[in-house]
């Protein structure tokens, strides 16, 4: 799990950039880690853009000292390709509301995955079959309508 | 050839850079809104950049941006931040701090970087990168 710079297409990345906290575990056949990203406490770090092998990785809400869960990254062909986020207030006039789970997407634009802010909405049933149980393992009290 | 941004600008955020353009109060100012249009069209931030951590400022304000145009922004220590989200760098900057309990300063996020002279703001903390 790591960044562009260090990917390598043959699998795997030269230089790993976060680190896996606790156990992994597999559900609904998706394999599922909480990572944090390697010697950057001090920063607002995100999730990572590239995977080696899993299908979801999970962020524990910064200064948590509870391991509070806040955000999912679905990753597909080792790219994000969904967040999932339910950690954060929105203001100023956005429908996304701290506790419900709402959703963005990574698509392919000349190459290069880039995020579709406009395709950002809740979840669909879809969705919530697939990874609703994720995180309601993980952050019990999250919403999903 | 023409460079063809990545990402087309947030609506707010096109009508921002184009407003400021005409009323830079310094150096500073000019550098922090060219700087963050090049980023919002041509570095995304997937991972978040810090632009202004808690332990850099006596007001204990960070600022951090997400993807493309959307940022975080609040302030405290560690383990009891007030935390906020917004869709574009305009919405962050009007923002009245007092209002939303980031500062007791009465006056907008745009102001407290003028005060302050973008003194404290680093451009090279985008962690997709590092």
């Known amino acids: ?101 709402h959703v963005h997407f990574y698509e392919l634009k000349n190459g290069t995955y880039v995020k579709n802010e406009k395709k950002s909405r809740f979840m669909n049933n879809k969705e919530m079959k697939l990874y609703g149980s994720i995180i309601q393992k993980v952050a019990p009290h999250a919403k999903f309508r | 050839m023409k460079h063809e941004p990545l990402f087309e600008l947030w609506e707010d955020d096109a009508k921002l850079f184009e407003q400021m353009k005409e009323q830079y109060q310094s150096e500073e100012e000019r550098i922090f809104f060219e700087t963050m249009r090049y980023k919002e069209q041509d570095e995304p931030a997937y991972s978040n950049e810090d632009l202004i951590l808690e332990d850099e400022n006596e007001d204990l304000v960070y600022i951090v941006r997400c993807s493309e145009h959307e940022y975080e922004f609040g302030s405290g220590e560690l383990g009891h931040q007030t935390k906020f989200y917004v869709d574009s760098l305009s919405d962050m900057l009007n923002t009245n701090l007092a209002d939303v309990g980031v500062t007791s300063m009465q006056g907008t996020m745009l102001d407290w970087l003028r005060e302050r002279n973008y003194k404290g703001v680093r451009y090279d903390r985008n962690l997709a990168l590092m």
């Open chain 1, 1 to 101: 799990m790591g960044g562009q710079n260090y990917y390598r297409a043959e699998g795997g990345f030269s230089q790993y950039l976060y680190q896996h906290v606790g156990e992994a575990f597999e559900m609904n056949g998706l394999r599922v880690k909480i990572v944090e990203k390697i010697g950057t406490k001090d920063h607002h770090e995100g999730l990572p853009l590239f995977s080696k092998t899993s299908d979801v990785y999970l962020k524990i809400a910064r200064g948590s000292t509870t391991g509070e869960i806040e955000q999912a990254r679905i990753m597909k062909d080792r790219h994000a390709f969904m967040d999932l986020d339910w950690g954060h207030q929105h203001i100023k006039g956005s429908k996304f509301v701290k506790g419900k789970v």
